[in-house]
């Protein structure tokens, strides 16, 4: 899980990170990186009976994908596995085990458009089990019993680009839904006056404002992930660095456009900003002190770096 602090990183200042391939079997770094034996969900061909879990013990030790062996514990120990990437359809995953495939695909969390094309990246090693990718950092597989287990391996610091494309289309939205609508006259000259009033104006107005899409990332991971405390720390930082990377662009953007004066209003604005931010995002802890005051913290953190962001790109 990325960590909190990460969030609190010096305005301006980007952390070195390695490209994220657009696929598994681009990236090298599978075959060295540590990855984790994570959560476990039952499998759909069991109809939730959930009695076999072979691998209980396990969850949370490490593997390794090395070229002479799989370093793990049984029965993910291999020796001399014979690595191969493939693309296979939803019908093919888990040893073809999958009832209702492409639904059962898609509650399993596998991309829609891959599910679409019946190719998902899957890595076979030669000793029965394998892997299948759900993106570059996650990966799905079954043995013989009666649980799907997740494999895992930390991100690279920075925004993932499926996270980024999706606050991108949102926001693509707003402006197309602004430019289907024209010209209007202002909502505080037509809205009907008083709190209902106000309150429906509001809805109706929320398709035209890219404020709305905030929320469009962690949302969904949340209640794709299932809700806890640190399910909403991972899915607010997950949004956080989205728009932290387009805040650090549009800043960038406007020191180089601007006339001196208004680049350093620019500056103390940005100064001040970070100042509030910090004071408020770390009031959580002080005030409540349990286990509630991570999320209230992430959730801060992210909130008001994606209203920042959206600020100095002048979205309405």
Known sequence: MPRLIAALLTFGILIPARAMPLDPSEDKMVFS?????????????TNGTRQQDSLNKSLGHPIRFLRERIDAETP???????YEFRQLAPRALFHGRLTDPDKQAAALGFDEANIREQKI????TGCGV????VDPYTALFAIDDDYVYKLERDWPPGPRP?????????LKLVAENGAARGLHEEEILTE???PAGRLASAAATAPFESVSCIGVVANACIQRAGDSNGTRIECYERERAVWDARLNQAYKRLRAESE???????QKVQRAWMAYRDARCNHPPIEFKGSMAGPMQAWCLFH?????????????
């Open 304 to 316: 008001l770096t994606a209203d920042q962001a959206l600020w100095f790109e002048g979205r309405p």
């Open 260 to 266: 001196p004066d208004v680049h350093g209003s620019y």
């Open 130 to 133: 394998e892997f299948h990718f």
């Open 121 to 124: 990246w899957t890595l076979t």
């Open 33 to 45: 990186d540590q990855w984790m034996l994570g959560k476990r969900v039952a499998a759909p061909w």
């Open 76 to 82: 993910l120990a291999c020796a001399k596995p014979k």
């Open 162 to 170: 499926k996270d980024a494309a999706e606050v991108e289309a949102c």
């Open 192 to 194: 009907k006056t008083g």
